[in-house]
C-alpha cells in the first residue's frame, strides 16, 4: 500500500508553474503586469518562435531593490501583502509572488535590475530552477527579464505548444488587452526581430480601438457611460451592424484588469436582444472602476476570473446603461457601396474626433397599424401573477424615456413599394430602403412586448369556441403551459387528446393562422435542449408571434398601408432591426449617392 510522503521542491514549482503557466502568452501577460505595477511609462516585449525560444519583457519602471533580487523567483514571496486582509483590497495587477518562480522552474531565466540611487544593476539567472549568484552588471534604470527554452524541462508540455502562429496570436491578445486598459504606456512588440507594434502613449482609447480592430469598427463604436454611487463604467459599444460569432469582441475590464464574467457577458447580451442575429455577439470594450473592497479577484491562478459582492447591481448597471443609450441612438444601417474606380479614400482619421451626435428617435405610447378581431368587443386580460421569482433580466423598460425629437404633424415622406417587399423612402439623409416584413415584425413584437409588460393585452373572444387539431403531444405541452399562453393573450380549454378549444386570442394577431401558430406555439415550447427560463421563453415566443403575424414579402400593398406602417417606424424603440437582429432599412446616403455618380463639388 502506498504511504503519503511529502513532494520534493522540484516537483512542487512544477505543479505551480502548470497552474500559472499554461503558455508563453501567460508568460507575457505576468511581465507586463509586473512592469505596469512598477509604474513603468514604458514596456519593450521581444519575443522569438512565438515565445517558446526566447521572451524579452524590459520596462523603464522603478526597478528592484539589489537586496530583493533573489527573492523574485522565491515562491510565494511579494511586496504587495501585508496580512491576509489585504487579499480583498487587492489594488495592484500582481499580488501572490508565485509568478517568476514558476516561470523560472520551467525556463532558462535571467532577470536585471536597477533602481535609482544604484550606479550598477544586478542579475540574477536560474536554470530551470536552480538559481544563480547574482553579478553585478550595467543597465538602464528598470527590469529586464529573459526568459529561453519555455518547459525545455517538461517535454510533454513542450510539446503540446501550438505552432509558432497560434501562439503569437495568444500574445498579441495578451498585447493588446494591456495596450486597451492602459492607452498613455507606450508599448512596443516584437517578434523574430520584425516590430509589430510600437504604440506611443494615447491620450485617448478609440485611437488604440482604430488601430487594432480597424477604422470601420471604430468609426461606428457608440460611447457610454454610467455612475452609480461608488461604481463608474465607461465605453465603447459596437453598432448593430458590427457583431461576431463568438465573444472574442467582448473586452470588460475591472480597475485596469482584463477579466471574465458570465455576469457581465449575460447584461451585454441582453443589451442587445432583438438588435443582432441569431447565433451572433455584440462588440464591446467596458471599463468598471469599483472600490477594490467590493470584488476579490483572488479566485483563479491567472487572475482573468473575479467573485464581485454585488453582481446583480452591475448587472443592472450595466444593461440600463446600454439599453438607455440606444433609446436615444440612430441604429440604422448604412448601405455600403464599392469606391469608384481611380477614387481615393476620403474616410475620416479614426478618433480625429469625439463620439458622433445621435438625433434622438421619436416616441409615442400606441401604435396605429390596428388589425381588429372578428365578433364581439376587444377585452383586457388581466395580469398572471408569476409563481416563480423574476429572472434577472426580467422584461423591463428603462425608466427613463428620451423625448421625441420630430416635430409632431410633419410631412409624410414620399415613399414607393418596389417587388412587393421593400418601401424605398426619400429622407433628409438620403434614400431608405425599408424591409416592409422586418419593420412590421418588430413593430408588431414591441406592441405585444408592451402589453404583456403593461399586464393588458387585448384579446378577442369567440363567441363560438374554436376546435384546433394537434398532435397529443403538442395539445399537452400548450395545456402545460397554459398560464403562460394566458400572458400572451390566449385561451385554451381541453377537447379529447389531440384537441384544444381555442376561445380567445390577442386581438392585434387577427389576420395570423390561428392554427398554425398555435401548432409552432407547442413546437417552439416543447422543443429539445436546456430548458430555457421563464423570461427567455416568453421573448421567444413573442418573436414568433410577430414573425408569423407581420406582413409577409411578395405582399403589395396599398398607399394607406405604406403610410400607416411609415408613421409606426417612429413610434417604436427600435425600429432599426426586427426581433430576430435583422436589419429593417439600409440608408444610402446622398453622399454616397453623388459620389457613385461622381458628383464631388
Not at 413 to 423: C, F, N, S
Not at 443 to 452: A, H
Amino acid at each position: 500500500m502506498a504511504r503519503i510522503r511529502r513532494l520534493d521542491t522540484e516537483i512542487v514549482c512544477k505543479i505551480a508553474a502548470g497552474e500559472v503557466i499554461e503558455r508563453p502568452a501567460n508568460v507575457v501577460k505576468e511581465l507586463l503586469e509586473n512592469s505596469i505595477d512598477a509604474l513603468a511609462t514604458r514596456i519593450d516585449v521581444d519575443v522569438a518562435q512565438g515565445g517558446s525560444e526566447r521572451i524579452r519583457v524590459v520596462d523603464n519602471g522603478e526597478g528592484i531593490h539589489p537586496d530583493d533580487l533573489p527573492l523574485t523567483v522565491a515562491s510565494h514571496a511579494t511586496s504587495k501583502l501585508q496580512s491576509a486582509d489585504d487579499l480583498f483590497r487587492i489594488r495592484t495587477m500582481g499580488f501572490r509572488g508565485e509568478a517568476l518562480a514558476s516561470i523560472a522552474a520551467v525556463s532558462q531565466f535571467r532577470i536585471r535590475s536597477r533602481t535609482d540611487g544604484f550606479e550598477t544593476g544586478l542579475e540574477l539567472r536560474v536554470e530551470f530552477g536552480r538559481v544563480m549568484p547574482p553579478t553585478p552588471c550595467g543597465c538602464s534604470r528598470g527590469t529586464l527579464v529573459e526568459v529561453r527554452q519555455l518547459f525545455g524541462n517538461t517535454p510533454v508540455r513542450r510539446k503540446f505548444l501550438k505552432t509558432t502562429a497560434t501562439e503569437f496570436g495568444h500574445i498579441s491578445e495578451q498585447f493588446t488587452r494591456v495596450a486597451l486598459s492602459h492607452p498613455r504606456l507606450h508599448l512596443t512588440l516584437t517578434h523574430n526581430d520584425r516590430t509589430v507594434y510600437e504604440l506611443p502613449p494615447a491620450d485617448r482609447l478609440i485611437d488604440r480601438l482604430g488601430l487594432f480592430f480597424g477604422r470601420e469598427l471604430a468609426e461606428q463604436l457608440i460611447w457610454v457611460e454610467s455612475e452609480s454611487d461608488d461604481i463608474r463604467m465607461w465605453g465603447y459599444v459596437a453598432h448593430p451592424d458590427q457583431s461576431k460569432a463568438t465573444r472574442k469582441g467582448q473586452y470588460f475590464f475591472l480597475n485596469g484588469r482584463w477579466i471574465q464574467d458570465r455576469t457581465l457577458q449575460h447584461a451585454l447580451t441582453e443589451a442587445y436582444r432583438g438588435l443582432l442575429m441569431v447565433g451572433r455577439q455584440p462588440i464591446a470594450f467596458l471599463f468598471i472602476e469599483m472600490p477594490a473592497d467590493l470584488v476579490d479577484v483572488n479566485v483563479h491562478p491567472t487572475k482573468s476570473e473575479v467573485r464581485f459582492r454585488d453582481s446583480q447591481r452591475l448587472y443592472r448597471q450595466l444593461l440600463s446603461m446600454i439599453r438607455t443609450k440606444f433609446l436615444s441612438t440612430e441604429l440604422s444601417s448604412t448601405l455600403r457601396m464599392p469606391a469608384v474606380a481611380g477614387e481615393g479614400d476620403t474616410t475620416a482619421d479614426v478618433g480625429s474626433k469625439g463620439p458622433p451626435p445621435h438625433p434622438t428617435p421619436p416616441q409615442t405610447s400606441r401604435l396605429t397599424f390596428q388589425q381588429i378581431g372578428q365578433v364581439e368587443p376587444v377585452e383586457a386580460v388581466e395580469p398572471v401573477p408569476q409563481a416563480e421569482p423574476a429572472e434577472p433580466a426580467e422584461l423591463v423598460e428603462p425608466t427613463e424615456r428620451p423625448q421625441p425629437a420630430g416635430p409632431v404633424g410633419a410631412a409624410k415622406p414620399r415613399a414607393m413599394q418596389v417587388l412587393d417587399r421593400y418601401i424605398i423612402v426619400e429622407g433628409d439623409e438620403g434614400v431608405v430602403v425599408i424591409d416592409q416584413h422586418a419593420l412590421h415584425e418588430r413593430v408588431l413584437y414591441e406592441q405585444l412586448r408592451k402589453r404583456i409588460l403593461s399586464g393588458h393585452v387585448e384579446s378577442q373572444r369567440l363567441l363560438v369556441p374554436r376546435p384546433v387539431e394537434l398532435s397529443a403531444q403538442e395539445a399537452a405541452t400548450l395545456l402545460d403551459h397554459e398560464e403562460l399562453l394566458g400572458q400572451l393573450g390566449f385561451g385554451i380549454q381541453p377537447f379529447g387528446t389531440n384537441t384544444v378549444l381555442l376561445n380567445r386570442y390577442p386581438a392585434m394577431l387577427a389576420r395570423a393562422d390561428l392554427d398554425r401558430l398555435l401548432r409552432d406555439l407547442a413546437e417552439q415550447i416543447g422543443r429539445g435542449g436546456p430548458k430555457p427560463t421563464r423570461r427567455d421563453l416568453l421573448d421567444e415566443l413573442l418573436h414568433m408571434m410577430a414573425c408569423k403575424a407581420a406582413i409577409k414579402a411578395g405582399q403589395r400593398l396599398t398607399s394607406e398601408e405604406i403610410n400607416s406602417l411609415l408613421e409606426q417606424r417612429h413610434l417604436i424603440d427600435d425600429a432599426h432591426h426586427c426581433p430576430h437582429g435583422r436589419p429593417t432599412a439600409l440608408v444610402l446616403s446622398r453622399a454616397e449617392l453623388d459620389r457613385q455618380f461622381g458628383r464631388m463639388g
